[in-house]
């Protein structure tokens, strides 16, 4: 019986150094958390944060509580490459980051070289806001996901709920920031001209937060006399804009990607009222249970891409819950297989991995600005009343040519 019980006071010693040594899943941020972008950076990281927390909350993975190192990216794409690099001597699993495609570029590119050259240690990208339509498209690569929309989805969710309603009309203006987010949003008002019943009357493409008079633009719009301008515009870009042509007394309808960046609102005040916006979330569009719950978390409702990204992280700890490295070596590429074929119920529609390109496919929320609103928006009477949601199978687009994916399979 001594030995008996020598071999059981061994084995649960064996195994309590086991658990003691479990290899906790890492997850960095690589968010710009100072300069321009720093409100929005915030946003992405406080929204990670809440997801985590509900991973640890529901036991943690693999033996240990899933750990969160934030990395300040200062709003570019050497710096992000920069803590990358440093993310990887940390050993981070897993990478999210959201504001600016250019920096999801850099990140993307980082990760695919990195992999390519560590067999064994890979690090996946979670992306959360870069939309660029290359890192689906020609930069596209398995171990990036891209948790949000893009331009097309974006659009062809304007163009039908706003022509249901009755306030698309015939002829459509496009002013957009001249890079590649500025350039999709245009290429995708073109394409869905057809669907809208509606002709382009006027397209300008323009430097990126530079111009603090948008007078001139106006008054090229006026006289184009459109129904609809479509912009993919955000931060002053979009103020200004919207600013101006209420000063020039246009009659003209707004459709948005980013009309609830913070402080537009409050910023643009009754100017706003009316405008379009197509997001991945929105807080009246759902019975108010996670709103509730994330403002019990962080203190404030979800706002801008808060929800949409929690939901990422919600989506990652589904896919974890399919998988057991009983204490061992984190594989990345077990938690990505798991990743694309995960869908995610959230409270506004499911969320889906479409596996030729690691595009989510999603609902795409339609608003428009109210007063009154259920959920005010910047201390206003103001704030989003939901138009449409439209359904993942009915916003997404074909994959694209370019993509040309390489699985870890093949």
């Not at 899933?66 to 993310?87: H, L, M, S, T």
């Not at 706003?272 to 807080?283: F, R, T, V, W």
Request: negative net charge; proline residues 4%; aromatic residues 8%.
């Amino acid at each position: 019986m001594k030995r008996f019980a020598m071999i059981a006071a061994t084995s649960a010693a064996a195994l309590s150094a086991s658990a003691l040594h479990a290899e906790p899943l890492k997850i960095g941020i690589i968010e710009s958390l100072s300069g321009a972008q720093t409100s929005t950076g915030r946003l992405y990281a406080n929204a990670v944060a809440y997801g985590v927390a509900q991973i640890n909350a529901a036991g943690g993975f693999n033996g240990e509580p899933v750990e969160v190192i934030e990395y300040d990216n200062a709003g570019g794409a050497p710096d992000a490459a920069n803590k990358f690099r440093q993310a990887v001597a940390d050993g981070v699993d897993i990478i999210f980051q959201g504001a600016s495609s250019a920096i999801a570029g850099q990140l993307t590119e980082d990760v695919r070289k990195h992999n390519l050259r560590n067999p064994g240690k890979e690090v996946m990208f979670i992306n959360l806001g870069g939309e660029a339509m290359e890192l689906t498209g020609e930069k596209c690569q398995f171990y990036h996901f891209r948790f949000t929309t893009t331009a097309p989805m974006r659009v062809n969710a304007l163009v039908g709920a706003m022509k249901k309603s009755g306030d698309l009309g015939e002829k459509a203006y496009s002013i957009n920031q001249n890079y590649s987010w500025g350039q999709d949003m245009q290429a995708a008002v073109q394409t869905a001209a057809a669907n809208g019943g509606y002709e382009i009357v006027g397209e300008v493409l323009h430097d990126v937060n530079k111009i603090q008079d948008f007078a001139p633009f106006v008054a090229r719009l006026k006289s184009a006399e459109p129904d609809t301008v479509f912009t993919g515009n955000w931060s002053n870009d979009l103020l200004l804009l919207m600013k101006a042509t209420g000063d020039a007394g246009l009659n003209v309808k707004f459709a948005t990607a980013y009309l609830d960046q913070p402080g537009n609102i409050a910023n643009a005040g009754a100017t706003s009222l009316g405008h379009y916006i197509a997001n991945n979330y929105e807080n009246a569009a759902t019975d108010g249970a996670f709103a509730e719950d994330y403002k019990k978390a962080t203190g404030h409702y979800p706002i801008f891409v808060e929800g949409h990204s929690a939901f990422a992280v919600g989506a990652l700890q589904q896919a974890l819950g399919t998988l057991d490295f009983k204490g061992g070596d984190i594989n990345v590429t077990s938690i990505a297989q798991a990743l694309e074929n995960t869908t995610y119920e959230t409270p506004v529609g499911p969320v889906s991995v479409r596996k030729e390109d690691h595009q989510t496919i999603r609902p795409v929320v339609v608003s428009k600005v109210v007063k009154n609103a259920k959920y005010p928006a910047d201390g206003t009477d103001m704030g989003f009343e939901t138009v449409e949601v439209i359904p993942g199978e009915q916003a997404i687009y074909p994959v694209q040519d370019s993509c040309k994916m390489q699985r870890p399979d093949s």
